[in-house]
């Protein structure tokens, strides 16, 4: 399998007027196209660190971030950011929403927009391209952010506990739709949570880290589950198994964390 | 007072509770236009009769008739709509100058954070100043004429647009700028595609209270230095003891900056209607 991203040495500390905060050090990850990549670990571990360094807007203090070979920055294009919540602009339609970032890179030519509007009629938004993100529910906002991030045709998107603000239910449904629309687009994705279920639902391969510096602690291949969706995936014998090899893992990160206290 | 749109076939979209709801509710509106009217009307007829009467003086207390024959009078004369005119054109360009320069003063601001932090004390210590201090040096340096007042106005209004401007840039929201960030934006992208539109309501705002402000500042600056204007007019009434033209003079005011307010109360609806903001 081709090497999408590497993250070699990987450390990053952040100052502050009071302290500085070594969020990750000698941290290792390779990944692969056309993987879903999940990385879990304790709250605060600096999930959120790697993503950065991945998309290029921070830039590590020792070590190599390589995107597709290449020294990982915004303008590359390569890597899609989806965050958090939505972030939709309420004074923007749906449509226009989606076109944000084309806007911004100067990339809106007709084909794009043409392309655009194909993703919008895929995935069940098309008729709501002129409605504002009010008028939109959260698991709908929610898929119109992945297609605004989809549109830049990114070959790596990143995605950062992208449901964690929606309601159980939703988050479901979404989990299952972005699955499908990533497998169907053929995308590489790092995807990072808290969330273990969620992880073993999505991803084909989970690192666990370790607490704050963190480094790789253990990495789980899900490969026997790929045939399977994310809804399927919970039904199987084998996702309580990896559910609790995972737990495992992350309680053991958080006994040692309890000896040493953070700083 | 907003009534339903829907009113012409009320009966085919609301069930008959909803239709009784919409109607109490229109009665309601209704006498509460009704009183608003009504407490004016019944405020002005007791002032007449009580000046009638003699139970108050209307050498100092003026009264409604008294008022309109005032008023009458300086309609004929034309100087009613000279000294409206200057009045109005003296707030009116002080209202535009403090918005654009405020705004403007803002987004550098917003820019640069080295001289926002050089600068912050200053434009606080200014704000909290009370601007009619600055009269005499005003007065010296402007001239006792229009700029002089205009300078006034400014005074007052200037470093709360800057102010309330500045403190709606900081607070976008720290995630709405991270996603500018992940899609790559320059400074200037993230001025024009989220900073402005997501401040449009902080700025109509800035504008609603800016239009008392330039009031104060133009009628202050009048006190001051004019030689026209209704400020003059007052000031003028109450030297020479006209108390008839003070009260029309303020009555006047009053209409001239209630209206001012409405027009920007109008255009804050539009603008909300036409970016879908609540």
């Known amino acids: 399998m081709k090497t999408i991203l590497q993250m070699q040495k990987v450390c990053l500390t952040y100052h502050t007027q009071k302290n500085e905060t070594t969020a990750i050090k000698d941290l290792n990850i390779e990944g692969y196209e056309g993987e879903l990549l999940g990385i879990v670990g304790p709250s605060g571990c600096g999930k959120t660190t790697i993503l950065s360094l991945l998309s290029g807007i921070l830039t590590p203090s020792q070590g190599e971030v390589l995107i597709e070979g290449e020294r990982a920055n915004t303008h590359s294009g390569l890597t899609g950011y989806m965050l958090q919540k939505d972030e939709l602009l309420a004074w923007r339609t749906i449509m226009s929403n989606v076109l944000l970032g084309l806007e911004i890179k100067k990339r809106k030519t007709p084909q794009k927009v043409e392309y655009a509007q194909q993703l919008l009629k895929k995935y069940n938004l098309y008729e709501f391209k002129d409605f504002y993100p009010n008028q939109l529910s959260g698991g709908m906002k929610q898929r119109v952010a992945l297609i605004r991030t989809l549109v830049l045709e990114p ?58 510096p963190s480094t790789v602690k253990e990495v789980v291949d899900l490969s026997p589950l790929k045939d399977y969706t994310p809804l399927q995936r919970r039904e199987l014998p084998m996702f309580s198994e990896y559910f609790d090899k995972i737990w495992s893992n992350l309680q053991t990160t958080k006994e040692k964390s309890n000896e040493i206290p953070a700083t | 007072m907003k009534y339903p749109q829907r009113k012409k076939n009320l009966s085919q979209t609301y069930s008959a509770e909803h239709i009784t709801y919409l109607k109490r509710q229109r009665k309601k509106s209704i006498v509460i236009t009704l009183s608003r009217v009504g407490l004016l009307l019944i405020f002005l007829l007791l002032w007449e009769l009580l000046a009638r009467f ?15 024959a005032c008023f009458v009078e300086l309609v004929k004369g034309g100087e009613l709509a ?61 001239g006792t004429d229009q700029p002089a007042i ?11 647009t800057i ?9 976008v929201e720290k995630s709405k700028l991270m996603l ?15 900073v402005l539109p997501s401040n449009i309501p902080n700025i109509i705002d800035a504008l609603k209270i800016n239009v008392g402000m330039c009031w104060v500042g133009t009628i202050m600056g009048e006190y001051l230095v004019s030689h026209a204007g209704l400020g003059y007019l007052i000031i003028y009434g109450g030297q020479v003891f006209k108390l008839d033209l003070v009260m029309t003079s303020t009555l006047i005011l009053c209409c ?23």
Not at chain 1, 160 to 189: C, H, M, W
Request: glycine content about 4%.
């Open chain 2, 180 to 194: 500018m960030q992940t899609l790559g934006a320059s400074k200037w992208q993230t001025l024009t595609k989220l």
């Open chain 2, 150 to 160: 205009i300078t006034m106005a400014l005074a007052i209004s200037l470093f709360v």
């Open chain 1, 155 to 212: 070959k790596l998107l990143l995605l950062d506990e992208p449901f964690s603000a929606l309601d159980f239910q939703t988050r479901l449904n979404v989990v299952e739709d972005v699955y499908s629309i990533l497998r169907s687009e053929g995308k590489s994705a790092v995807f990072v949570t808290h969330d273990i279920s969620e992880a073993i639902s999505l991803c084909d391969r989970v690192i666990i880290l370790t607490n704050r």
């Open chain 2, 163 to 171: 102010l309330n401007t500045l403190s709606g840039f900081l607070s």
């Open chain 2, 82 to 142: 000279k000294h409206v005119g200057i009045t109005l054109w003296e707030t009116v360009a002080s209202f535009f100058i403090a918005t654009t320069l405020g705004t403007l003063i803002a987004v550098l601001l917003w820019w640069f954070e080295s001289v926002r932090r050089v600068l912050e004390p200053y434009i606080v210590i200014l704000n909290a100043l009370p601007k009619i201090a600055l009269g005499p040096i005003i007065i010296i340096w402007m």
């Open chain 2, 54 to 68: 003699n139970v108050i003086d209307s050498f100092i207390s003026s009264s409604p008739s008294r008022m309109a």
């Open chain 2, 256 to 278: 001239l900056a209630g209206g001012m307010y409405y027009l920007v109360a109008l255009l804050q609806k539009f603008v909300s209607k036409k970016l879908n903001i609540e």
